[in-house]
């Protein structure tokens, strides 16, 4: 029993390891600064101010690996599918767009998903890397319960 939970263990982290590996040299910091201070369900609270609307940004770079690309299609499919006009996604070149004053605002430093109303935001990037190519149905679900939850 201790060997096959062993194995199994492994398993996992070879899953996990793999999963990182696929987005090659994109950096996976995100806009809390690194991956290991980010929970991917933390809702950050500036202020109570409350917005008109949910926005949905991908901060990416020039050049982009095959799981960066399926991240920004899979968001936009979802929130199209789910919302039509009602969210807006944006996908922003945070390279040729270094001066975008929303990089600044959101502290974004690499490949980034956020779900935004008004102050409150929710990072999804980390499950955005995990689910776009391997599962992209769960990250629409995610995206969907996400947006649901701030509207």
């Known amino acids: 029993m201790k060997k096959l939970i062993t194995i199994l263990s492994l398993f996992f982290v070879a899953g996990v390891l793999s999963v990182s590996a696929q987005c090659g040299n994109c950096s996976l910091k995100t806009s809390c600064g690194s991956t290991a201070e980010c929970s991917t369900d933390k809702v950050v609270m500036a202020n109570n101010q409350k917005a008109t609307s949910v926005k949905a940004y991908y901060f990416h770079a020039t050049h982009r690996c095959a799981t ?63 689910y776009a190519r391997t599962n992209p149905d769960k990250l629409k679900s995610k995206i969907k319960s996400t947006i649901d939850s701030m509207l």
């Open 68 to 130: 960066c690309k399926a991240v920004e299609a899979v968001s936009r499919e979802a929130i199209e599918e789910f919302y039509g006009n009602k969210v807006t996604f944006e996908s922003i070149n945070s390279e040729k767009e270094n001066d975008n004053p929303l990089i600044q605002e959101y502290k974004v430093s690499g490949q980034t998903l956020l779900i935004v109303n008004g102050k409150k935001q929710v990072n999804l990037t980390n499950e955005a890397f995990m």
